[in-house]
Protein backbone atom coordinates (compact mmCIF):
# COMPACT_ATOMS: atom_id res chain seq x y z
CA UNK A 1 0.00 0.00 0.00
CA UNK A 2 1.47 3.62 -1.51
CA UNK A 3 0.44 6.61 0.30
CA UNK A 4 0.50 9.80 -1.64
CA UNK A 5 1.03 12.53 0.06
CA UNK A 6 -0.14 15.99 -2.11
CA UNK A 7 2.55 18.39 -3.47
CA UNK A 8 3.38 21.05 -1.15
CA UNK A 9 6.13 23.67 -1.98
CA UNK A 10 7.60 23.45 1.57
CA UNK A 11 7.83 19.75 1.23
CA UNK A 12 9.40 19.92 -2.01
CA UNK A 13 11.90 22.28 -1.59
CA UNK A 14 12.93 19.94 1.61
CA UNK A 15 16.07 17.40 0.73
CA UNK A 16 15.31 13.48 0.57
CA UNK A 17 17.13 12.02 3.80
CA UNK A 18 15.86 8.70 3.94
CA UNK A 19 16.95 6.63 0.82
CA UNK A 20 16.91 3.23 1.67
CA UNK A 21 13.46 2.84 3.43
CA UNK A 22 10.41 4.46 5.25
CA UNK A 23 8.01 6.46 3.19
CA UNK A 24 8.73 8.01 -0.42
CA UNK A 25 7.06 11.18 -1.58
CA UNK A 26 5.96 11.58 -5.38
CA UNK A 27 6.63 14.37 -7.42
CA UNK A 28 9.21 15.48 -4.65
CA UNK A 29 11.44 18.19 -6.80
CA UNK A 30 14.83 19.26 -5.78
CA UNK A 31 15.60 22.84 -4.95
CA UNK A 32 18.70 24.33 -5.04
CA UNK A 33 20.14 25.45 -1.85
CA UNK A 34 21.70 28.49 -3.48
CA UNK A 35 19.03 31.46 -2.04
CA UNK A 36 20.93 34.02 -3.30
CA UNK A 37 19.58 32.61 -6.82
CA UNK A 38 15.97 33.32 -7.68
CA UNK A 39 13.62 32.89 -10.00
CA UNK A 40 10.44 35.09 -11.03
CA UNK A 41 7.38 34.44 -13.58
CA UNK A 42 6.96 35.93 -16.42
CA UNK A 43 3.87 38.17 -16.76
CA UNK A 44 0.38 37.58 -18.67
CA UNK A 45 -0.17 39.86 -21.38
CA UNK A 46 -3.72 39.46 -21.16
CA UNK A 47 -4.36 40.46 -17.47
CA UNK A 48 -3.53 44.21 -18.71
CA UNK A 49 -5.86 44.28 -21.55
CA UNK A 50 -8.97 42.38 -19.45
CA UNK A 51 -8.41 45.60 -17.00
CA UNK A 52 -8.44 48.19 -19.80
CA UNK A 53 -11.57 46.40 -21.44
CA UNK A 54 -13.39 46.53 -17.72
CA UNK A 55 -13.09 49.61 -17.19
CA UNK A 56 -14.03 50.74 -20.80
CA UNK A 57 -17.65 48.24 -20.25
CA UNK A 58 -17.93 50.78 -16.76
CA UNK A 59 -18.63 53.64 -19.02
CA UNK A 60 -21.87 52.04 -20.37
CA UNK A 61 -24.68 54.07 -20.22
CA UNK A 62 -26.99 51.65 -21.57
CA UNK A 63 -27.00 48.66 -18.98
CA UNK A 64 -29.00 45.59 -20.10
CA UNK A 65 -31.49 43.79 -18.06
CA UNK A 66 -32.08 40.48 -18.31
CA UNK A 67 -35.36 39.00 -20.12
CA UNK A 68 -36.10 37.38 -17.01
CA UNK A 69 -35.63 40.39 -15.36
CA UNK A 70 -38.39 42.20 -17.01
CA UNK A 71 -42.09 42.72 -16.07
CA UNK A 72 -44.88 43.43 -19.14
CA UNK A 73 -47.92 44.89 -17.84
CA UNK A 74 -51.05 46.58 -19.58
CA UNK A 75 -50.34 50.15 -18.25
CA UNK A 76 -46.79 49.81 -19.82
CA UNK A 77 -48.57 48.69 -23.25
CA UNK A 78 -51.08 51.45 -23.29
CA UNK A 79 -48.10 54.03 -22.29
CA UNK A 80 -46.24 53.05 -25.02
CA UNK A 81 -49.27 53.43 -27.77
CA UNK A 82 -49.79 56.82 -26.78
CA UNK A 83 -45.99 57.36 -26.59
CA UNK A 84 -45.72 56.20 -30.33
CA UNK A 85 -48.79 57.90 -31.48
CA UNK A 86 -47.67 61.40 -29.91
CA UNK A 87 -44.44 60.95 -31.41
CA UNK A 88 -45.92 60.35 -35.31
CA UNK A 89 -47.93 63.35 -34.72
CA UNK A 90 -45.10 65.67 -33.37
CA UNK A 91 -42.44 64.57 -35.96
CA UNK A 92 -45.30 65.38 -38.67
CA UNK A 93 -45.57 68.70 -37.67
CA UNK A 94 -41.63 69.00 -37.32
CA UNK A 95 -41.68 68.15 -40.81
CA UNK A 96 -44.29 70.31 -42.14
CA UNK A 97 -42.97 73.41 -40.25
CA UNK A 98 -39.49 72.91 -41.87
CA UNK A 99 -41.09 73.08 -44.91
CA UNK A 100 -43.57 76.10 -44.46
CA UNK A 101 -40.50 77.82 -42.96
CA UNK A 102 -38.62 76.85 -45.90
CA UNK A 103 -41.11 78.49 -48.20
CA UNK A 104 -41.59 81.58 -46.41
CA UNK A 105 -40.53 85.01 -48.04
CA UNK A 106 -38.38 87.64 -45.93
CA UNK A 107 -38.79 91.02 -46.42
CA UNK A 108 -35.95 93.32 -44.78
CA UNK A 109 -35.69 97.11 -45.12
CA UNK A 110 -32.06 98.58 -45.76
CA UNK A 111 -30.98 102.11 -46.55
CA UNK A 112 -30.75 102.46 -50.37
CA UNK A 113 -27.13 102.70 -51.61
CA UNK A 114 -27.24 102.93 -55.48
CA UNK A 115 -28.46 106.75 -56.01
CA UNK A 116 -26.15 106.87 -58.38
CA UNK A 117 -27.53 104.31 -60.83
CA UNK A 118 -29.55 104.85 -63.74
CA UNK A 119 -33.43 103.58 -63.61
CA UNK A 120 -34.99 102.25 -66.33
CA UNK A 121 -38.70 103.02 -67.26
CA UNK A 122 -40.19 100.67 -69.69
CA UNK A 123 -43.63 102.61 -71.11
CA UNK A 124 -46.17 101.28 -73.42
CA UNK A 125 -49.15 103.54 -73.80
CA UNK A 126 -51.81 104.32 -76.43
CA UNK A 127 -53.51 107.58 -77.18
CA UNK A 128 -56.15 106.36 -79.49
CA UNK A 129 -57.47 110.16 -81.00
CA UNK A 130 -53.98 112.23 -80.96
CA UNK A 131 -51.87 112.06 -83.77
CA UNK A 132 -47.74 110.77 -83.22
CA UNK A 133 -46.99 114.17 -84.21
CA UNK A 134 -48.60 116.25 -81.39
CA UNK A 135 -47.03 113.15 -78.43
CA UNK A 136 -43.64 114.20 -77.08
CA UNK A 137 -42.31 113.08 -74.18
CA UNK A 138 -40.64 115.59 -71.86
CA UNK A 139 -38.70 114.50 -68.34
CA UNK A 140 -36.99 117.02 -65.77
CA UNK A 141 -36.43 116.22 -62.17
CA UNK A 142 -35.34 118.04 -58.70
CA UNK A 143 -31.54 118.05 -59.60
CA UNK A 144 -32.35 120.50 -62.82
CA UNK A 145 -32.02 117.61 -65.84
CA UNK A 146 -34.72 118.28 -68.51
CA UNK A 147 -34.58 116.28 -71.37
CA UNK A 148 -36.92 116.93 -74.63
CA UNK A 149 -38.69 115.38 -76.95
CA UNK A 150 -37.21 111.46 -76.20
CA UNK A 151 -37.27 109.98 -79.13
CA UNK A 152 -34.15 107.53 -79.56
CA UNK A 153 -35.39 104.69 -77.18
CA UNK A 154 -39.36 105.52 -77.94
CA UNK A 155 -40.95 104.61 -81.03
CA UNK A 156 -44.30 105.62 -82.08
CA UNK A 157 -46.98 103.97 -84.13
CA UNK A 158 -49.45 105.42 -86.09
CA UNK A 159 -52.90 103.95 -85.70
CA UNK A 160 -56.32 104.24 -87.40
CA UNK A 161 -59.43 105.97 -85.26
CA UNK A 162 -60.51 102.36 -84.60
CA UNK A 163 -57.37 100.90 -82.92
CA UNK A 164 -55.72 99.13 -85.79
CA UNK A 165 -52.09 100.25 -86.99
CA UNK A 166 -51.52 102.18 -90.50
CA UNK A 167 -50.35 99.72 -93.33
CA UNK A 168 -46.98 100.98 -94.71
CA UNK A 169 -48.32 102.29 -98.13
CA UNK A 170 -50.97 104.61 -96.17
CA UNK A 171 -47.74 105.44 -93.86
CA UNK A 172 -45.60 106.29 -97.59
CA UNK A 173 -48.49 108.63 -99.11
CA UNK A 174 -48.77 110.18 -95.87
CA UNK A 175 -45.21 111.16 -95.37
CA UNK A 176 -44.97 112.17 -99.26
CA UNK A 177 -47.77 114.52 -98.89
CA UNK A 178 -46.19 116.02 -96.32
CA UNK A 179 -42.87 116.07 -97.82
CA UNK A 180 -44.07 117.48 -100.94
CA UNK A 181 -46.20 119.89 -99.00
CA UNK A 182 -43.05 121.13 -96.96
CA UNK A 183 -41.17 121.31 -100.24
CA UNK A 184 -43.10 123.49 -102.21
CA UNK A 185 -43.08 125.91 -98.69
CA UNK A 186 -39.51 125.97 -99.09
CA UNK A 187 -39.22 126.91 -103.10
CA UNK A 188 -41.59 129.40 -102.27
CA UNK A 189 -39.17 131.04 -99.40
CA UNK A 190 -36.19 130.19 -101.75
CA UNK A 191 -37.64 132.34 -104.40
CA UNK A 192 -37.98 135.66 -101.96
CA UNK A 193 -34.30 135.37 -101.34
CA UNK A 194 -31.52 137.13 -102.76
CA UNK A 195 -29.43 134.94 -105.43
CA UNK A 196 -26.84 133.11 -103.60
CA UNK A 197 -27.95 133.64 -100.64
CA UNK A 198 -25.89 131.78 -97.70
CA UNK A 199 -27.48 131.40 -93.78
CA UNK A 200 -25.91 131.55 -90.84
CA UNK A 201 -25.30 128.13 -88.59
CA UNK A 202 -24.58 129.40 -85.60
CA UNK A 203 -21.19 128.14 -84.66
CA UNK A 204 -22.31 125.11 -86.09
CA UNK A 205 -20.26 124.63 -89.46
CA UNK A 206 -17.88 122.95 -90.41
CA UNK A 207 -16.00 125.24 -92.04
CA UNK A 208 -16.16 128.68 -93.68
CA UNK A 209 -17.37 128.01 -96.55
CA UNK A 210 -20.75 125.95 -95.07
CA UNK A 211 -23.69 127.36 -94.76
CA UNK A 212 -27.06 126.74 -93.66
CA UNK A 213 -30.06 127.64 -95.89
CA UNK A 214 -33.20 126.57 -94.10
CA UNK A 215 -33.97 125.85 -90.74
CA UNK A 216 -33.92 122.33 -91.00
CA UNK A 217 -29.74 122.91 -92.23
CA UNK A 218 -29.37 124.48 -88.65
CA UNK A 219 -30.74 121.95 -86.58
CA UNK A 220 -29.31 118.75 -88.14
CA UNK A 221 -25.55 120.91 -87.87
CA UNK A 222 -26.23 121.29 -83.69
CA UNK A 223 -27.55 117.75 -83.83
CA UNK A 224 -24.50 116.22 -85.54
CA UNK A 225 -22.25 118.41 -82.94
CA UNK A 226 -24.34 117.06 -79.94
CA UNK A 227 -25.83 120.77 -78.96
CA UNK A 228 -29.06 121.55 -77.61
CA UNK A 229 -31.11 122.73 -80.40
CA UNK A 230 -33.98 124.40 -78.45
CA UNK A 231 -32.26 127.83 -78.29
CA UNK A 232 -31.30 128.16 -81.57
CA UNK A 233 -34.45 127.20 -82.79
CA UNK A 234 -36.28 130.49 -81.36
CA UNK A 235 -33.56 132.67 -82.49
CA UNK A 236 -32.30 131.72 -85.93
CA UNK A 237 -33.53 133.87 -89.04
CA UNK A 238 -34.24 130.70 -91.06
CA UNK A 239 -36.70 129.16 -88.63
CA UNK A 240 -38.23 132.54 -88.28
CA UNK A 241 -38.52 132.81 -91.73
CA UNK A 242 -40.16 129.20 -92.26
CA UNK A 243 -42.93 129.92 -89.20
CA UNK A 244 -40.76 127.59 -86.76
CA UNK A 245 -40.96 129.46 -84.17
CA UNK A 246 -44.56 129.75 -83.92
CA UNK A 247 -46.65 126.93 -81.74
CA UNK A 248 -47.20 123.70 -84.45
CA UNK A 249 -50.98 123.18 -84.96
CA UNK A 250 -52.61 119.65 -83.85
CA UNK A 251 -53.06 116.64 -86.57
CA UNK A 252 -56.43 115.00 -86.71
CA UNK A 253 -57.61 111.81 -87.95
CA UNK A 254 -55.33 109.19 -86.38
CA UNK A 255 -54.10 107.64 -83.03
CA UNK A 256 -51.00 106.75 -82.04
CA UNK A 257 -49.11 104.29 -79.43
CA UNK A 258 -45.43 105.12 -77.98
CA UNK A 259 -43.86 102.21 -76.87
CA UNK A 260 -39.66 102.10 -75.86
CA UNK A 261 -38.13 102.83 -72.42
CA UNK A 262 -36.33 105.82 -70.59
CA UNK A 263 -33.25 106.07 -67.91
CA UNK A 264 -33.04 109.07 -65.89
CA UNK A 265 -31.31 108.96 -62.74
CA UNK A 266 -32.13 107.97 -59.37
CA UNK A 267 -33.83 111.50 -57.66
CA UNK A 268 -37.23 112.78 -57.95
CA UNK A 269 -38.70 113.98 -61.27
CA UNK A 270 -41.55 113.67 -63.66
CA UNK A 271 -42.35 112.51 -66.92
CA UNK A 272 -45.17 113.40 -69.36
CA UNK A 273 -46.92 113.80 -72.48
CA UNK A 274 -48.84 117.27 -72.70
CA UNK A 275 -50.29 119.73 -75.51
CA UNK A 276 -47.44 121.70 -77.06
CA UNK A 277 -44.07 121.45 -77.66
CA UNK A 278 -41.93 121.51 -74.64
CA UNK A 279 -39.08 124.19 -74.54
CA UNK A 280 -36.58 125.20 -72.25
CA UNK A 281 -36.73 129.13 -71.89
CA UNK A 282 -34.85 131.29 -69.03
CA UNK A 283 -34.54 128.43 -67.26
CA UNK A 284 -37.88 127.13 -67.43
CA UNK A 285 -39.65 124.28 -69.24
CA UNK A 286 -42.50 125.52 -71.04
CA UNK A 287 -45.67 124.33 -73.78
CA UNK A 288 -45.82 126.24 -76.53
CA UNK A 289 -49.63 125.76 -77.99
CA UNK A 290 -52.09 127.43 -79.62
CA UNK A 291 -54.85 128.16 -76.71
CA UNK A 292 -57.95 127.77 -78.87
CA UNK A 293 -56.62 124.35 -79.54
CA UNK A 294 -56.52 123.31 -75.95
CA UNK A 295 -59.95 121.39 -75.75
CA UNK A 296 -59.43 119.17 -79.05
CA UNK A 297 -56.56 117.77 -77.76
CA UNK A 298 -57.86 114.50 -76.33
CA UNK A 299 -56.15 112.84 -73.37
CA UNK A 300 -58.12 109.60 -73.64
CA UNK A 301 -55.15 106.98 -73.14
CA UNK A 302 -54.65 103.31 -72.27
CA UNK A 303 -51.86 102.67 -69.97
CA UNK A 304 -50.55 98.86 -71.71
CA UNK A 305 -47.24 98.76 -69.61
CA UNK A 306 -45.38 100.55 -66.67
CA UNK A 307 -42.52 99.29 -65.33
CA UNK A 308 -39.66 101.13 -63.19
CA UNK A 309 -37.08 97.90 -63.85
CA UNK A 310 -36.84 94.65 -65.15
CA UNK A 311 -40.18 92.49 -65.33
CA UNK A 312 -38.75 89.60 -63.50
CA UNK A 313 -42.51 88.50 -62.80
CA UNK A 314 -43.28 88.00 -66.41
CA UNK A 315 -40.70 84.35 -65.98
CA UNK A 316 -42.73 83.35 -62.54
CA UNK A 317 -46.64 83.27 -63.27
CA UNK A 318 -46.90 82.89 -59.53
CA UNK A 319 -46.14 86.02 -57.92
CA UNK A 320 -44.51 86.73 -55.11
CA UNK A 321 -46.34 88.73 -53.73
CA UNK A 322 -49.08 90.65 -53.97
CA UNK A 323 -47.13 93.97 -54.27
CA UNK A 324 -45.35 92.35 -57.47
CA UNK A 325 -48.38 93.24 -60.04
CA UNK A 326 -47.84 96.78 -61.49
CA UNK A 327 -50.73 99.27 -60.25
CA UNK A 328 -51.01 100.82 -63.60
CA UNK A 329 -50.79 97.92 -66.62
CA UNK A 330 -54.16 97.89 -68.32
CA UNK A 331 -55.44 101.51 -66.97
CA UNK A 332 -57.56 102.97 -69.29
CA UNK A 333 -59.11 106.44 -69.18
CA UNK A 334 -61.17 107.93 -71.85
CA UNK A 335 -61.88 112.03 -71.90
CA UNK A 336 -65.44 113.03 -73.25
CA UNK A 337 -67.64 116.36 -73.24
CA UNK A 338 -69.65 114.59 -69.93
CA UNK A 339 -65.89 114.73 -67.76
CA UNK A 340 -64.43 117.96 -68.88
CA UNK A 341 -63.56 117.74 -72.97
CA UNK A 342 -59.87 117.45 -71.75
CA UNK A 343 -57.91 117.80 -68.81
CA UNK A 344 -54.76 116.83 -66.80
CA UNK A 345 -54.04 113.11 -65.44
CA UNK A 346 -51.41 113.02 -62.70
CA UNK A 347 -50.24 109.93 -61.34
CA UNK A 348 -48.35 110.01 -58.02
CA UNK A 349 -45.64 107.02 -57.93
CA UNK A 350 -43.91 105.98 -55.07
CA UNK A 351 -40.92 103.88 -55.80
CA UNK A 352 -39.54 101.28 -53.84
CA UNK A 353 -36.15 100.30 -54.71
CA UNK A 354 -36.00 95.82 -54.66
CA UNK A 355 -33.78 93.21 -54.21
CA UNK A 356 -34.36 89.60 -54.65
CA UNK A 357 -31.55 88.03 -52.61
CA UNK A 358 -30.53 84.19 -52.38
CA UNK A 359 -30.24 81.24 -54.23
CA UNK A 360 -33.94 79.85 -54.03
CA UNK A 361 -36.35 82.98 -54.90
CA UNK A 362 -33.73 83.89 -57.86
CA UNK A 363 -34.43 80.54 -59.64
CA UNK A 364 -37.41 80.91 -59.19
CA UNK A 365 -38.13 83.89 -60.76
CA UNK A 366 -35.19 84.25 -63.30
CA UNK A 367 -34.65 80.51 -64.41
CA UNK A 368 -31.90 81.09 -66.43
CA UNK A 369 -29.91 82.71 -64.11
CA UNK A 370 -25.86 82.61 -63.79
CA UNK A 371 -25.62 81.09 -60.60
CA UNK A 372 -21.61 81.67 -61.12
CA UNK A 373 -22.76 85.35 -60.51
CA UNK A 374 -24.12 86.14 -56.84
CA UNK A 375 -27.93 85.47 -56.31
CA UNK A 376 -29.02 89.29 -56.66
CA UNK A 377 -31.71 90.79 -58.79
CA UNK A 378 -32.38 94.31 -58.73
CA UNK A 379 -36.07 96.01 -59.91
CA UNK A 380 -38.20 98.53 -58.17
CA UNK A 381 -41.87 98.51 -57.55
CA UNK A 382 -43.93 100.94 -56.62
CA UNK A 383 -47.09 101.93 -55.66
CA UNK A 384 -49.46 104.63 -57.18
CA UNK A 385 -52.38 107.32 -56.68
CA UNK A 386 -54.12 109.42 -59.27
CA UNK A 387 -56.32 112.14 -59.92
CA UNK A 388 -57.61 114.04 -62.81
CA UNK A 389 -58.48 117.65 -63.62
CA UNK A 390 -60.90 118.57 -65.91
CA UNK A 391 -60.48 121.46 -68.60
CA UNK A 392 -63.66 122.76 -68.58
CA UNK A 393 -65.95 123.22 -65.03
CA UNK A 394 -69.19 124.64 -63.98
CA UNK A 395 -69.36 128.64 -63.08
CA UNK A 396 -71.02 128.71 -59.82
CA UNK A 397 -70.72 132.37 -59.95
CA UNK A 398 -72.35 132.74 -63.13
CA UNK A 399 -75.77 134.14 -62.57
CA UNK A 400 -78.23 134.32 -65.09
CA UNK A 401 -81.39 136.97 -65.26
CA UNK A 402 -84.21 136.04 -63.06
CA UNK A 403 -82.03 133.78 -61.03
CA UNK A 404 -81.97 134.27 -57.06
CA UNK A 405 -78.61 134.66 -55.62
CA UNK A 406 -77.93 135.17 -51.51
CA UNK A 407 -75.49 138.11 -49.98
CA UNK A 408 -74.75 138.62 -46.67
CA UNK A 409 -77.75 140.98 -46.13
CA UNK A 410 -80.01 140.13 -48.45
CA UNK A 411 -81.51 138.11 -51.69
CA UNK A 412 -81.08 139.95 -54.90
CA UNK A 413 -82.17 138.83 -58.80
CA UNK A 414 -79.02 138.51 -60.87
CA UNK A 415 -80.68 140.88 -63.11
CA UNK A 416 -79.39 143.72 -60.96
CA UNK A 417 -75.86 142.37 -61.29
CA UNK A 418 -76.43 143.25 -64.99
CA UNK A 419 -78.35 146.70 -64.49
CA UNK A 420 -81.98 145.56 -63.87
CA UNK A 421 -84.08 145.74 -61.33
CA UNK A 422 -87.31 143.95 -62.44
CA UNK A 423 -85.68 140.36 -62.09
CA UNK A 424 -88.19 139.12 -64.31
CA UNK A 425 -85.96 137.54 -66.96
CA UNK A 426 -86.58 134.07 -68.48
CA UNK A 427 -83.37 133.24 -69.60
CA UNK A 428 -81.92 130.21 -67.71
CA UNK A 429 -78.08 128.55 -68.03
CA UNK A 430 -78.14 126.34 -65.38
CA UNK A 431 -74.84 124.00 -66.90
CA UNK A 432 -72.36 127.09 -68.17
CA UNK A 433 -69.05 125.90 -68.08
CA UNK A 434 -65.88 127.30 -68.00
CA UNK A 435 -62.07 126.85 -68.60
CA UNK A 436 -59.56 126.34 -66.39
CA UNK A 437 -55.74 127.49 -67.15
CA UNK A 438 -54.33 123.87 -66.89
CA UNK A 439 -51.97 122.22 -69.04
CA UNK A 440 -53.95 119.27 -70.30
CA UNK A 441 -51.92 115.98 -70.39
CA UNK A 442 -50.67 112.80 -68.61
CA UNK A 443 -47.99 113.54 -66.14
CA UNK A 444 -46.09 110.37 -64.26
CA UNK A 445 -44.83 112.39 -60.49
CA UNK A 446 -42.44 109.62 -59.53
CA UNK A 447 -40.37 109.27 -55.93
CA UNK A 448 -37.98 107.35 -55.60
CA UNK A 449 -37.82 106.20 -51.68
CA UNK A 450 -34.46 106.78 -49.81
CA UNK A 451 -35.12 102.50 -48.44
CA UNK A 452 -34.77 99.53 -49.89
CA UNK A 453 -36.65 96.18 -49.69
CA UNK A 454 -34.47 93.19 -50.12
CA UNK A 455 -36.72 90.24 -50.53
CA UNK A 456 -35.54 86.57 -49.47
CA UNK A 457 -36.62 83.02 -49.01
CA UNK A 458 -36.18 81.70 -45.39
CA UNK A 459 -33.65 78.79 -45.76
CA UNK A 460 -33.22 76.39 -42.56
CA UNK A 461 -30.30 73.61 -43.15
CA UNK A 462 -31.78 70.06 -42.86
CA UNK A 463 -29.06 69.54 -39.85
CA UNK A 464 -32.00 71.67 -37.79
CA UNK A 465 -34.98 69.34 -39.00
CA UNK A 466 -32.73 65.94 -37.83
CA UNK A 467 -31.45 67.74 -34.77
CA UNK A 468 -35.36 69.07 -33.68
CA UNK A 469 -36.53 65.14 -34.45
CA UNK A 470 -33.73 63.32 -32.02
CA UNK A 471 -34.77 65.82 -29.16
CA UNK A 472 -38.00 65.24 -30.08
CA UNK A 473 -37.80 61.61 -28.98
CA UNK A 474 -35.42 61.74 -26.49
CA UNK A 475 -37.59 64.08 -24.64
CA UNK A 476 -40.39 62.43 -25.33
CA UNK A 477 -39.52 58.85 -24.33
CA UNK A 478 -37.94 60.82 -21.11
CA UNK A 479 -40.86 61.64 -20.33
CA UNK A 480 -42.88 58.66 -20.92
CA UNK A 481 -40.29 56.38 -18.63
CA UNK A 482 -40.84 59.30 -15.93
CA UNK A 483 -44.48 58.86 -15.85
CA UNK A 484 -44.58 54.97 -15.92
CA UNK A 485 -42.35 55.21 -13.16
CA UNK A 486 -44.33 57.17 -11.09
CA UNK A 487 -47.40 54.99 -11.60
CA UNK A 488 -45.59 51.71 -10.74
CA UNK A 489 -44.32 52.91 -7.57
CA UNK A 490 -47.75 54.48 -6.90
CA UNK A 491 -48.86 50.89 -7.39
CA UNK A 492 -46.20 49.80 -5.42
CA UNK A 493 -46.96 51.57 -2.34
CA UNK A 494 -50.78 50.57 -2.17
CA UNK A 495 -49.67 46.71 -2.46
CA UNK A 496 -47.79 47.29 0.63
CA UNK A 497 -50.24 48.80 2.20
CA UNK A 498 -52.42 46.02 1.62
CA UNK A 499 -49.91 43.58 3.19
CA UNK A 500 -49.51 45.37 6.69
CA UNK A 501 -53.38 45.62 7.19
Not at 103 to 110: A, N
Not at 129 to 149: E, K, P, R, T, Y
Not at 241 to 246: C, D, I, V
Request: with cysteine; charged share 25%.
Amino acid sequence: MEWEQPYSPRLASTPTANKGGGLRRRNAIQTPTDYTSRTYAEPNPNSSSKKIKKSFQELDMFPKIEQDLTVHSESNACTAVLSYLLLFIILLAEICNHCSVNRTVVQHMTVDKSLNKKMRVDLNITFPALHCNDLHIDIMDVAGDAHNDIHDTMEKTRLHLDGGGLSVDEIQVSVNKAHMKEVDKLAAIDKSMVPGYCGPCYGAQDDENHCCGHCQDVLDAYQKKHWDSNGVKDLAEQCVREGKTKPKRLDFGEGCRIAGFMEFGRVNGNFHIAIGEGIERNGQHIHTFLPEEVSKFNVSHVIHTLRFGPAYEELNPKPINSMEKTSLDGVTKIVTKDNGVSGMFQYFIKIVPTTYKGKKIVQQIEPNFDMTKEPLLETNRYFVTETYTPMMEVDEEDWQLGQEFETDDEVRYAASKVGGKTGLGLDKHEHHLKQRAILSGVFFIYQVYPFAIEISKKEVPLTHLLIRIMATIGGLFTIAGWLEAAVCSRKKRKQKRGLFK
